[in-house]
């Protein structure tokens, strides 16, 4: 048995969290807001994120985020990416001696251009960093607490690290694999939400499979395109944190971005679809990140671009769709390099 900490205890943060205390670890979970945490502890639930789970009876929770730091030897940051620099910032006060810590959260922090195991490096002092994990993959939390089969990858320049992480998190219906590439699988995670973005788009204008199929296929080649030019293996994204994360995000009714998208394909402005979410939408924040990087590393990234413009620069998103369907003719080939 080993002692974690989650912090966050929104959606994917709770399901993490009971996935570590049904294999038996002493977790405590993180929250900022004490009637959270009172209900976690009195009541087994956490209604507004997973409003029909019953938590384990041995999950507990704390709105204290220096019992939370004590308690863990390996803590697990599920925050939104716009939280990540002021947590780690408040963990490096508290830390006093170093932990092993496994990211989930999918973004990059726009202008700054960091990915979030870099964010957490910037944010805390090297001492108090044993390793960083990122544990990524096709990986929606309502079928996670449901025990629904579902397969993620623990990346980590140390692989000793990302075994430990695969040993405290694998079971019968939640399989991890290991990976050496950090680099590959956080730009998959973080990208494939601005995709699922546009997909959200195509069926919210009733545009049909085929162009949804078309615009998976096309971000794919984006995502890996500036992927490699960064050092991610090109491997990588054929993989579940590449292409399987896609997929799935693209194409369920789960997917925050895709409903995201979708909303913004009937007609509705970008401030009034975050309102009625009132959940984090990660895409829209990575979609100007990964717009910028793509100027930074002269990528072309044709959808991001077109994303972008509808969501910073108040295009229609049906213009935007048309337009990219009569760029100029080309070999398909050309399309994937």
Not at 71 to 83: R, S, Y
Request: hydrophobic share 40%; charged share 25%.
């Amino acid at each position: 048995m080993e002692q974690v900490t989650v912090l966050g205890a929104g959606s994917w943060g709770t399901a993490l969290a009971i996935v570590l205390a049904e294999n038996g670890h002493d977790t405590l979970l993180w929250t900022h807001r004490q009637d959270q945490a009172d209900e976690i502890n009195n009541e087994h639930t956490n209604k507004k994120y997973l409003p029909s789970t019953v938590l384990p009876a041995n999950l507990r929770a704390t709105a204290s985020l220096e019992e939370a730091t004590k308690h863990g030897k390996t803590i697990v940051v599920a925050v939104p990416t716009k939280a990540i620099r002021e947590v780690c910032g408040e963990l490096s006060k508290l830390l006093t001696e170093p932990k092993l810590f496994v990211h989930v959260s999918k973004g990059i922090e726009p202008d700054s251009l960091l990915r979030i195991s870099e964010l957490m490096k910037e944010s805390m002092k090297p001492e108090q960093i044993e390793e960083i994990v990122v544990l990524s993959g096709p990986s929606h939390a309502e079928e996670v607490v449901l025990q629904h089969p579902t397969t993620v990858t623990a990346a980590s320049e140390s692989l000793a690290a990302a075994e430990k992480v695969q040993d405290l998190f694998m079971s019968q219906y939640f399989r991890v694999y290991t990976n050496d590439d950090v680099i590959g699988v956080e730009i998959g995670g973080a990208l494939k939400n601005v995709i699922a973005l546009a997909a959200g788009i195509t069926d919210g204008l009733s545009y049909g499979d085929n162009a949804k199929a078309a615009l998976i296929t096309r971000g794919l080649a984006e995502i890996t395109r500036l992927g490699v030019k960064m050092g991610g293996n090109p491997f990588t994204f054929a993989g579940l944190t590449g292409m399987g994360d896609l997929i799935v995000t693209c194409t369920s009714v789960h997917s925050r971005n895709w409903r995201a998208g979708n909303m913004l394909g009937k007609g509705l402005k970008l401030n009034e679809v975050l309102e009625q979410m009132g959940m984090v939408v990660e895409g829209v924040r990575t979609t100007k990140a990964a717009y910028q990087l793509a100027q930074k590393h002269d990528v072309p990234m044709p959808l991001t671009t077109a994303l972008y413009e509808v969501l910073f620069n108040d295009k229609e998103p049906k213009q935007a769709v048309d337009e990219l369907m009569i760029r100029m003719k080309k070999a398909e080939i050309d399309e994937l390099r």
